[in-house]
């Protein structure tokens, strides 16, 4: 008995939002939009890349996680580095880790978001 793994991540944004977080996750960062289930809400939208899964979930009293995260691998940190400046997306360094170069982002909504590549 144990935890085997991790199956999603959840992230809130304000409603109404869905479109700039499709824009951010899979246009910006390349994910997927995969079909919610259709017993779920139809507010919100879920991502899918590289084995990591993102679910968007739309909250009525929503706040930006400032501090909580998802860390995502990414195979080409400094083309998404130029890619986020250019649509404005900031950039922030933080301490190494060692085996990884990383930074950390915002989404459009002001959730934090650190992107890593291994070394």
Same mark, same amino acid.
């Given at each position: #008995? @144990?935890?085997?793994?991790?199956?999603h991540?959840?992230? !809130?944004?304000?409603?109404?939002g869905? /479109?700039? +977080? %499709?824009?951010?996750?899979?246009e910006?960062?390349? #994910? &997927?939009e995969? $079909?919610?289930?259709a017993?779920l809400?139809?507010? @919100?939208?879920w991502?899918? @890349?590289?084995? !990591?899964a993102?679910?968007i979930?739309?909250?009525p /009293?929503f706040? $930006? +996680?400032?501090? +909580?995260h998802? +860390?995502?691998?990414v /195979?080409?940190l400094? !083309?998404l580095?130029?890619?986020l400046?250019a649509a404005?997306h900031p950039?922030?360094e933080?301490k190494p880790?060692e085996?990884y170069t990383r930074?950390? &982002?915002?989404?459009p909504?002001g959730?934090?978001i650190?992107l890593?590549? %291994?070394?």
């Amino acid at each position: #008995m @144990g935890v085997v793994g991790l199956d999603h991540v959840q992230l !809130a944004i304000p409603a109404g939002g869905e /479109d700039r +977080a %499709r824009w951010f996750f899979a246009e910006l960062l390349g #994910m &997927t939009e995969v $079909p919610k289930p259709a017993n779920l809400s139809a507010s @919100g939208c879920w991502f899918t @890349g590289g084995g !990591a899964a993102l679910h968007i979930g739309v909250d009525p /009293d929503f706040r $930006p +996680a400032k501090k +909580a995260h998802p +860390a995502l691998l990414v /195979d080409d940190l400094a !083309a998404l580095r130029e890619a986020l400046a250019a649509a404005g997306h900031p950039i922030r360094e933080d301490k190494p880790v060692e085996g990884y170069t990383r930074f950390f &982002t915002e989404d459009p909504f002001g959730n934090r978001i650190e992107l890593m590549e %291994r070394a």
